[in-house]
């Protein structure tokens, strides 16, 4: 049985949150009681607050994020669970700017309904608010599937590019606007060998065959709608990118921001050989690589897997992207 070097399951998180906070008090602040983190430096000009949140178990995603230039507060929840409402209600109200406060929502039910929620209490309370939803998920983008598209590897650069565009002074309805645009204009698929491990059981969330690989895995270990055997990493990187391409379709002048990220058990040796196949993919296709991340950016706790996500982006995209952050898992 897999097992986490962790005092008890049901103590991995708050044990983890509060040696977050310890590890980078120089960064963020951490509200124990109501559970969410806010950063400790923003921008004088920002005019709303930026927020996200989400489940544990995807780090660093999102109090990693948390600083200047990028969010001003995470709500994080248990493992794979959404926030309280009552968390992101607190956070908002301790960040939102004299023009509200802008929530940055994954497309799944739980976090759909608490964002929801502490909306309305804040609207009660006179705060204005505002949401983007993120929905990048191909495997995902089926009529038959109701709620739509899931959120994942996108949301971390979208909430980079809003972070650089907030830091302009830029308001609340052209950052929802911007915001959507990006979704719309971000893709994401992600495949792995083998399935998380829960920390409370330490069984795997599903069983593959030796060679064979979930195509399409989501991050909380959502099986694919197919399995397929893994093969050699160039055919595998072809048939993601040209799938990612394929649903985007950027014109010739359209450069992309390009992210490989792993899901918790993957090498970085591997995650840059990867890299090179989707830039060699990129390159055969003609398409603009103009910025990208190598690393694990949003994990599915310790699934040996990886996501490929590409941004279709414009100059303003690439200024607000490129403009300085300084979070404790991204920086320059």
Known sequence: MARYFENDAGELVPDALSGFARAHADLVAYDPADGFFTARQASPARRVGLLSGGGSGHEPLHAGYVGAGMLDAACPGRVFASPHNRQIYRASRAVAGPEGVLHIVKNYTGDRINFGIAAERLADAGITCARVLIDDDLASDSEEIASGRRGTGATMLIEKVLGGAADTGMGLGALVDLGTSLAGRSRTLAAASAAHNAPATGEPAFGLLPGELEYGVGIHGERADRTRSQGSVDALVDDMTGALLDALRPGPDDPVVALVNGLGSVTSLELYGIFGELARV???????????????????????????????????????????????????
């Open 282 to 332: 990129l390159d055969a296709r003609r398409v603009r690589l103009a910025r990208h991340l190598v690393g694990d950016y949003v994990t599915a706790l310790d699934m040996r897997g990886f996501s490929l996500t590409l941004m279709v982006a414009d100059h303003d995209t690439l200024g607000f992207y490129d403009a300085p952050v300084r979070t404790p898992a991204l920086r320059w």
